[in-house]
């Protein structure tokens, strides 16, 4: 786990030289951060003034860990103080938010959100965002499994006085979220003493919690039905926890006030999207809203019936697709949850469509926003990859707008797939273009493993070893090798052929080919590895290692990747007059994009081009097979 580490004499020391945002700033950057100039105005400021407290609270001998990152997602948190609890002589870590503002108020008449004064949108109350980090520590850190009360947090506004920061205060506090201002220091630097011995240094405790055990993840599917049925099983931080909250506000003031509001959430792959869509879905549920969820993937509709909604047809019920709108009664629910709203498409039209319904089609945005008092939209905008779709930001904003629709828009930031690398996710990025950086060296992390394989028989063997390790594993590849249907005696043809070496696509359908699951369940049922996915399969789904096959598609020439459409053989981008180049350009990239950003601990690729497998091996400087170079 990634902290810097220091005592709190060391603090005092680099804070008052003002070597602190320096030496900082150097530890991200070793770590696959950029650091933004705010930043380190914010720790020049900041930290100077708690490495005094803690030093007028005669705390020298405390650790400090400075811009600690949470296990299994890219969130830091600002300072855990780690030493002995004065009392019980056990380890005690205080989590400390530490805030600059100097005006704030409750968001509306939210207890839970707040205006900051010269911030943009809403803020979650930063006794909730500290009470969440402890919550998520004690959720994975072994450490704290049987031990919850070793941890304690405080968000501490060193710049404010309490007349300006009054409506935050009335929130009742616990030892998860305690707040403290300027003109409460006094009680500030009491709390510390109480939590923390000063007599007793801190760095065993230190050591202990940064060699913890990382218990792992929560499996969206694993607990989907929980989530429903029970109670919340995953804790919420930050954007996510603002996302939720602007959804329940805005539910809450439709049925109080007969208004209707639109929530848009856009994040990248392992943002979190779906665990807000089901979050929500099991909160509404109990308080006895009408809500649904929808999406423009069978795989994804179906795997979420299957599991969340195992035992009950009331809850398969709830998940639909985005085309089972066309007739809905306007306002019909009080939710609707468009998951994966990047797939949003131009209208419902399908082959089975009536003909009656064909002739007065809508488009299907405006389905969706008249289909529910309070439209949730979720979406990742390079996750665009075929024809037709069109869901983004800007279409749905306008769509709203036109309607005289209230907007409130979320970014998601954080990563909490591709083991927490936000690092990762921004090298796929650059190297797919979707940024202006271009490809660059694979900077490493420790949180996640990149490797380059020489044959696609490496790169099976590699995740044939996890799978049967108890990991879970998917091979994935471009769409560039025709498919299939089953021959007659019930086997696939194995289509995808490099060489000597061939293997079948995901089966095509629902059911089952042998021992080949339906295309539904590819991701998630064991059989599906012995077969290629698509990206139509591989969408919306995690798994802890992938392969990537990266197919003629996409070749590297002059230090680049370049697409070349006549090498996919997707019958969608056959015509150049419904798919410009340019559009299969971008739809290429954002495959391969998705299909490389669904691994939780780590991405083989291989390239059927010689020089495009030798560009990446130059890139990642690690192969399957070989040790990883030291940074």
């Not at 947090?153 to 506090?173: F, I, Q, T």
């Amino acid at each position: 786990m990634s902290a810097f580490r220091v005592s709190a004499a060391g603090l005092l020391r680099l804070a008052t030289e003002g070597s602190l945002p320096d030496r900082l700033a150097e530890h991200l950057r070793m770590n696959g951060h950029g650091v933004h100039p705010a930043e380190r105005t914010s720790w020049s400021r900041s930290l100077l003034i708690l490495a005094q407290d803690l030093a007028d609270a005669g705390l020298s001998r405390v650790e400090v860990l400075v811009e600690y990152q949470l296990p299994l997602t890219s969130r830091r948190i600002d300072v855990v103080l780690a030493g002995v609890h004065p009392q019980t002589g056990d380890d005690s870590f205080v989590v400390i938010e530490l805030k600059q503002w100097s005006y704030a108020t409750r968001y509306e008449d939210s207890d839970t959100l707040v205006d900051v004064e010269h911030a943009r949108g809403p803020r979650l109350h930063p006794g909730i965002q500290v009470g969440d980090y402890c919550q998520y520590l004690i959720d994975f850190l072994g450490l704290l499994a049987d031990r919850k009360n070793l941890v304690r947090g405080a968000a501490y506004l060193h710049n404010a006085v309490d007349r300006n920061v009054a409506e935050l205060l009335d929130r009742p506090a616990t030892e998860l979220s305690r707040i403290f201002t300027k003109e409460r220091r006094g009680d500030f630097l009491s709390y510390l003493r109480a939590s923390l011995d000063a007599t007793q240094p801190g760095a065993d405790a230190a050591d202990r919690f940064l060699k913890s055990t990382v218990r792992p993840s929560r499996h969206l599917l694993t607990y989907a039905a929980r989530e429903l049925k029970e109670r919340s099983h995953f804790t919420l931080l930050d954007e996510q926890r603002v996302a939720y909250e602007l959804v329940l506000r805005a539910v809450e003031r439709a049925r109080a006030h007969d208004h209707k509001s639109v929530v848009v959430v856009s994040g990248g792959p392992g943002s979190g999207k779906s665990v807000i869509a089901l979050s929500l879905l099991g909160e509404l549920a109990r308080q006895g809203r009408t809500v649904l969820h929808a999406t423009g993937s069978k795989s994804f509709t179906q795997t979420l019936r299957r599991y969340a909604g195992k035992g009950s047809t009331r809850l398969k019920n709830m998940f639909l697709y985005f085309n089972s709108f066309m007739t809905a009664e306007r306002n019909g629910v009080d939710v609707l949850i468009c998951d994966e709203a990047h797939r949003i498409r131009e209208n419902s039209v399908n082959r089975f469509t009536r003909a009656a319904q064909r002739d007065n089609a809508r488009a299907q945005l405006e389905e969706l926003l008249a289909a529910a008092r309070v439209p949730v939209f979720l979406l990742d905008e390079h996750q665009v990859v075929k024809p037709g779709e069109l869901g983004n930001v800007d279409i749905i904003t306008a769509y709203a707008r036109k309607l005289d629709l209230g907007i409130d828009l979320v970014s998601l930031h954080d990563q909490f797939r591709c083991g927490g690398s936000a690092a990762y996710e921004q090298w796929v990025l650059d190297l797919l273009g979707l940024t202006s950086t271009g490809p660059t060296a694979w900077p490493g992390d420790d949180r996640f493993e990149l490797r380059v394989a020489e044959t696609p028989e490496e790169l099976e063997a590699f995740l044939a070893a996890k799978q049967e390790a108890g990991e879970t594993a998917r091979m994935t590849a471009g769409y560039c090798w025709p498919w299939s249907d089953p021959l007659p005696g019930g086997t696939l043809v194995p289509d995808v052929r490099i060489g000597t070496w061939s293997r079948p696509w995901n089966v095509k359908n629902d059911r089952a080919v042998g021992d080949a699951p339906g295309s539904p369940f590819w991701a998630t049922d064991p059989g599906g590895f012995g077969q290629v996915g698509c990206v139509y399969t591989a969408q919306g789904f995690e798994y802890e290692w992938s392969g990537v096959i990266i197919g003629p598609d996409l070749v590297a020439r002059d230090g680049r990747l370049v697409t070349d459409r006549t090498a996919c053989k997707d019958p969608n981008f056959r015509s150049r007059t419904s798919v410009s180049d340019e559009r299969a350009d971008a739809l290429i990239r954002n495959t391969y994009k998705v299909l490389m950003t669904r691994g939780m601990r780590g991405t083989v690729l291989y390239a059927t081009d010689a020089e495009t497998r030798a560009f990446l091996a130059g890139l990642a400087a690690t192969h399957v097979g070989r040790t990883r170079p030291a940074r």
